[in-house]
């Protein structure tokens, strides 16, 4: 069985752990537009393809599935995850099951306003939420909201463009500048992460995985610990039934005066999916055995608890012979 990691970067560690659970009967493929991503010389093959907005992408990745005999892809990107999502029935013509949900979910998770939107339709606490500033000061005059705030993309990964903004005269200045923006409670309590899987065949929530965080580096965790609470497991449950995604996820919640707010959602492997694994939550057994048609059964909680991720530096040395080129050879 052989599994195409897509715009795979930096994820050598996640690659590591689909090759250890595939324990040699099957290939971890990556692929990437930029020849020193460490990942490509962790993967089993690799291969340099177009950006994603090339229009030749996506046949490449087809023209790569069928040399390498793919049965699933997983795109670890979230701008390739818009792409993808409309194209599944695509590659499922050529026996590759693309794990991604479906585009209204995809699309939901990265438009922060939309998301904004779903969680208060639902009754779930969210930040507060503004794309218009007349709103936002009418709310300022109230007192139902005050300084400071987030102003971030509307559409954004990564923590790219966030910025934390102090009075109104530099609210406007940034808002003059972009019209993209969106203003964004500021949260003043302590942030979880949380990692989901749903069953591709049950679609049933087959685990959730809480963790506590303790450093962030450019946009990702960096260090963590785990952690078990029921109200948080049934919240996040809830939540994830009612937006439908399926495979896995990554969730935002910041806990403030002992209350929880979900913040944002990204449907893929987030960078703290490392302490899950570690702590026990396979979720790349749980592709494997879908992707073999067997339904995982639900395990929520069985994880160990106050478990340290520590993330840190290694280095890869090639010389210039050595990198991959664009027809997947060194």
């Avoid at 990556?30 to 992408?57: G, H, W």
């Avoid at 050529?94 to 998770?109: L, P």
């Avoid at 409670?185 to 899987?197: F, K, N």
């Amino acid at each position: 069985m052989n599994i195409l990691m897509t715009s795979a970067g930096r994820r050598t560690q996640l690659i590591k752990y689909f090759q250890q659970e595939l324990r040699e009967k099957g290939n971890i493929v990556a692929v990437d537009c930029n020849q020193t991503a460490p990942a490509l010389y962790i993967a089993d093959k690799s291969y340099i393809v177009p950006r994603i907005d090339d229009p030749n992408y996506l046949d490449k990745l087809k023209d790569i599935c069928k040399d390498e005999n793919v049965k699933a892809i997983i795109s670890l990107l979230d701008p390739e995850l818009s792409l993808l999502a409309t194209k599944k029935e695509e590659f499922k013509e050529i026996g590759v099951e693309v794990i991604i949900s479906e585009s209204n979910v995809i699309e939901t998770c990265f438009d922060k306003y939309k998301m904004f939107n779903f969680l208060k339709a639902h009754n779930f606490k969210t930040p507060k939420t503004y794309i218009d500033i007349a709103n936002f000061e009418k709310d300022l005059k109230d007192n139902e909201i005050d300084f400071p705030v987030f102003v971030k993309p509307r559409n954004g990964s990564a923590s790219l463009g966030i910025n934390k903004v102090s009075n109104i005269d530099e609210l406007k200045l940034l808002l003059k500048h972009n019209e993209e923006l969106l203003i964004q409670e500021y949260m003043d309590g302590q942030e979880y992460g949380v990692d989901v899987y749903v069953d591709i065949i049950s679609q049933e929530i087959i685990s959730i995985f809480l963790k506590k965080k303790i450093r962030m580096r450019a946009g990702e965790t960096d260090k963590a610990v785990s952690i078990k609470n029921k109200k948080l497991f049934n919240l996040i449950k809830e939540f994830i039934e009612k937006l439908g995604v399926v495979g896995q996820a990554d969730i935002d919640v910041f806990v403030v005066d002992g209350e929880f707010y979900i913040s944002e959602v990204n449907p893929r492997f987030g960078g703290g999916c490392l302490i899950a694994y570690e702590c026990g939550e396979n979720s790349p057994q749980y592709i494997i055995n879908n992707l073999k048609g067997i339904e995982n059964k639900p395990n929520i909680g069985s994880y160990e608890e106050n478990m340290y991720m520590i993330r840190h530096d290694v280095v890869t040395m090639k010389h210039k012979s050595e990198l991959i080129d664009c027809k997947g050879e060194n």
